[in-house]
């Protein structure tokens, strides 16, 4: 922003006091022997109070304008840092970046300090957190509530090629950001029993006395819109024991026991799941979900208790949005604390409470929507589950009445699963209490439709819509790539900050000038050399940055295909061996994330990813045309020094699988090309940028499904018909990349032949011919350029400020 000298003086100045003062009386300490961390919460706390000075004046705006609250509940909110973000949005980050320099203080090595916040697992709570900045950019009346993990997301360590999983801590040095609420307090209770007794009327109630109750302490961080437009809150939930220490029983002697309770209590808010576990830890899964869930709805109750009369109207005063399944004991939660907290006649209440919630669902595949066993749930919520069956009573009653007794429709639609052990299906629940239920893109809400909702459809068909998912500019491209945000201001003017979903479009007509092009192309140049620094760090791998950067970051799945892109990395290193002499395009194989610590395949192919790097970076016939890197520990941070610095974006699921994907828009956006299938968000971004600029090939999820319908995954016809497929299976199989081990991938080759679910091997040629495609525009560098410009330029629908109007306009009914 251009301003007056004067008055940015002025403000390097107060903000450089501002620093000293709070390293002076908040932490304790004197410039001169002030070591970096004490520097980053000097200034983080000085940034916080800027957030503050808003956040009250949003807040009583609010209440003023009476306007109706967005909640959003999520089990994960996977942040990253959060100082260069508040920075940018305050527009501090020029100022702070001067005042500290005169300090003698780097910022840009402060920076690094901070812990990432990864109380989250991938896509799903990045988007919780791409939604909270852009709601309040967008001046929604949000909060988002979840829950304070003391560990995030494990830390991942390669050793020799596997995953290991290391406890992360990432409150070690205390968060400057956060508010400790101590009077902010609700208690939730578990198991137990439930009575019927007659009120004074002579009505039936049912009283739920509980065996074990606990205490949820919020605490609150500011969350800054663009420009300080208006902060929201973020409130987190820890686990507290109801008494800190059993003193009668440490006096008796019995110091353990005295401490048990508490270490059982406060267990609820120690550690995030890992997305794609398994049984274990199931009951500890349950009591999360439904401690977060009680907590929010006895804290916004309260709120709307405060302005409103009674709680009739809930659904004018608040929008609740439940992030997938996990928070969906809402349902019956909500309807517990209406009728028997609040007294509130059934029929009413369940009014109430389909028009305040609503449910995104984030994905299809079986083995992840969530089901709880009845047994489970009747000892650990049993007031819950007299309520789920009561709601599946009038439900099922209600079809009758319309007429509809066919069996397999009643049994599609039940909240009970009879057939495995009987079960709460929560993807049902979560449908049946909810006025919205909707799809994260146009494939996969289509899908919703015809797949695993289909009966509930038929029954509400105007219940399921689409939001197709968006990401928040001013992180990744703002923050992650200030280089290019330069060259946009400097080709659009500032507006393109303030409106890129309209203004990055005024970028195509640059995308046939050379010589912008050509800067293009040396920003690109300037973030790989700073990625091929890290890689060296913390690798020893040296990579040219001239070298084409083909990049695939994300949790390791098997639907995600990184083994589909580890049979083509050896495809190409084979290649490359059989006629050195060709004219090779140089290429970097990028690898980064983390596979859920009792995942084995996923952790297979981790290392399988380890082992080809090894061979193919010591092999001097390569001559370097090939490196392979698999980079550890990803996360927000990391994935903000990857994205700018990527040519080719991998996203290359077996169509029908991947929701919506998110990653793919952060590289689009930053003018990377993507290879990928015709699946998720891929295909939003294809109708927008072009099929011409994008490298799209694979089976479609017609064709997915057809395969599906017809039980034929046997890939011997796939293998037989692809010499190169088979060389590269035969070499993986036979231990060329693990001479070690020879036999370590036979069971994983063997049974991709026997079964190949996600349809890697029926992919691959289309994937080859794909990459082929690839070489051949990076031959052309004007029209890889010219291709990558007009990725960035048409990727303004992508923001997630579009995606969250979208929800306010339609779902929450909650913009001025
Ligand atoms: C969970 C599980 C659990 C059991 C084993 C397999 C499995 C696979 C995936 C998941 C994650 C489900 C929820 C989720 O994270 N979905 C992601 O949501 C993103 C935001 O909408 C979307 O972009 C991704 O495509 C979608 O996978």
Known sequence: MSQEPLVRDAEVAEFRAAVLAKLTYAVGKDPDHAFDHDWFEAIALAARDHMVEHWMDHTRQIYRKAQKRVYYLSLEFLIGRLLYDSLSNLGLLDIAREALTDLGVDLERIRLLEPDAALGNGGLGRLAACFMESMSTLGVAAHGYGIRYEHGLFRQAIVDGWQQEQTENWLDFGNPWEFERPEVIYPISFGGHVETVQ??????????????TVRAVAYDTPVVGWRGSSVNTLRLWRARALEELHLERFNAGDHLGAVAEVARAESISRVLYPADSTEAGQELRLRQEYFFVSASLQDLLRRHQ???PSLLNLADGAAIQLNDTHPSIAVAELMRLLVDTHAIPWDTAWDIT??????????????????WPVGLMERMLPRHMQIIYLINAYHIDSLRAKG?????VLRAVSLIEEDNGRRVRMGNL?????????????????????????????????????????????????QSNGELTSMLVDALG????????????DLEPFADKPDFRKRFAAQRLSSKKALARIIQE????????????????KRIHEYKRQLLNLLHTVALYQAIRAEPGTNW??????????AAASYHQAKLIIKLANDIARTVNNDPTVRGLLKVVFLPNYNVSLAESIIPAADLSEQISTAGYEASGTSNMKFGLNGALTIGTMDGANVEMCERVGAEHMFIFGLTSQQVEARKRSGEFNAGGDIAASHRLNDVLQAIRGGVFSPDDASRYAGLIDGLIAYDRFLVCADFDAYWDAQKRVEDLWHDPAQWWRSAVLNTARMGWFSSDRTIREYAEDIWKALD
């Open 199 to 212: 009120d004074a009327g002579g009505q039936q109630k049912q009283v739920w006395w509980p065996a074990e």
């Open 354 to 371: 389909v028009n305040t919630l609503a449910y995104t669902n984030h994905t299809l595949l079986p083995e992840a929507l969530e089901t």
């Open 494 to 505: 500032e507006d393109v900050l303030d409106h890129p979903e309209q203004r990055l479009v």
């Open 306 to 308: 405060n302005i409103h």
């Open 538 to 553: 913390r690798l020893g791998v040296v990579v040219n940055p001239e070298a084409m950067f083909d990049v695939q970051v």
């Open 430 to 478: 979560a449908f049946l209490g909810s006025h919205s239920v909707n799809g994260v893109s146009g494939l996969h809400t289509k899908l919703m439709r015809s797949t695993v909702f289909s009966e509930m459809h038929k029954l509400y068909p105007d219940r399921i819509n689409n939001k197709t998912n968006g990401i928040t500019f001013r992180r990744w491209l703002f």
């Open 404 to 408: 509809i007794h066919d069996f397999d």
């Open 585 to 594: 395009v140089p290429r970097v194989k990028i690898f980064a994330g983390k």
